[in-house]
């Protein structure tokens, strides 16, 4: 920090906003339990009245996403998919959402079902080419345009700039899941975007260990205030214990972030040209389509998610899977143990994920361990 220059953001995180209790001087914040809030001698609420609605611990970690975010407030949810699901839970019959065709797969699964229910319409697209979204847009009946920014698990990289250019000549507005993009890297909200999405099970938490989801909005507006009223009447807040882990882990995202950045550098640089590989799919690497936007839109690295397609397809890919000895083989992603995973088998039938592709979520474990491992898995096959 220069003299008049706002903390850096690994600075508030570190600090978790610089909290230190008034009272105490405590520098961690206390856990409030208590689910309802007295009301002083004149009858006068304070700033809480009951934890359905609001809490200080989750307000605490809200407000420092909301700073990160460069966004007007944020909302904690009790998992990722009850955030992203109150975006679209306002929607009304004949209107009409485009979403991408690679996306978290359950959340697309979600789309599709509460879109039939409602008669509202669903257009999937391959946003990569804005093109694609400007075609499939529907000036006054398109509400929401809903990407990734670096789509799970193709990782396909999505113009953000231009995408909201063409929601908002529609009338509609903008959401981004960033999960695998945290605002160290990555803040939609200055690229135009209205909305922005992480599940904090991912790197925002970091240690695999509390589940959660976080919204942020560019605006306190109408959509702002359905997204308010979701949370209240549907009920899906976050806890406040599971809002004080996220605190603790947020104080370490930017070393985690960095760590798993370089790690997945130096496996997708490695594998790259393995013989029994035939793609490497990572953003940070120049032969991938969307290497240049994705250059200047992740000013802060690449990030740890990647996926590699094995040459012999599902029995191939299945055999790394299972030879494995350091990588976990699990589902979800960025925590600080590496994850290995075979999509098509998790997403079922129907899933549109090649099936010789796993999917890799790097840790911050020591990388030449990480390669080792691969590379002996790899000569399973
Ligand atoms: N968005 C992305 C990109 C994800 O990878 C996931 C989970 O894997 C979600 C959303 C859903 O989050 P949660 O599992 O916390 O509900």
Redesign the pocket.
Known sequence: MTRNTPPAPATLLAQAGHFIDAETRAIVPPIHSSTTFARDQDYALGRYIYSRDDNPTFAQAEELIAGLEGGAASLLFA????A?SAVFEPLRPDQHVIAPISM?Y??QAWLKILTERRGIGLTLVDPTDPKNVADAIRPGETAIVWV?TLS?PTWDVADIRALATIAHDAGAILGV?A??TPPLTCRPLDLGADIVFH?T??YLNGHSDV???VLTTAAMDANWTDILGVRKFVGGVMGPFEAWLLLRGMRTLSVRWERASENAMALARHFQSHPKIQAVRYAGLTDHPGHSVAAAQFTGGFGGMMSILIRGGAEAALTVAKSVRLFVPAT??GGVESLIEHRATVEGPGSATPDSLLRISVGIEAVDDLIGDLEQALEKV
């Not at 998992?79 to 009850?82: H, T």
């Open positions: 998992s990722g998919l009850a992203a978290y359950a959340l990734e799970n899941d999960t695998v599940s099970t991912k589940l959660g989801g979800s992603l």
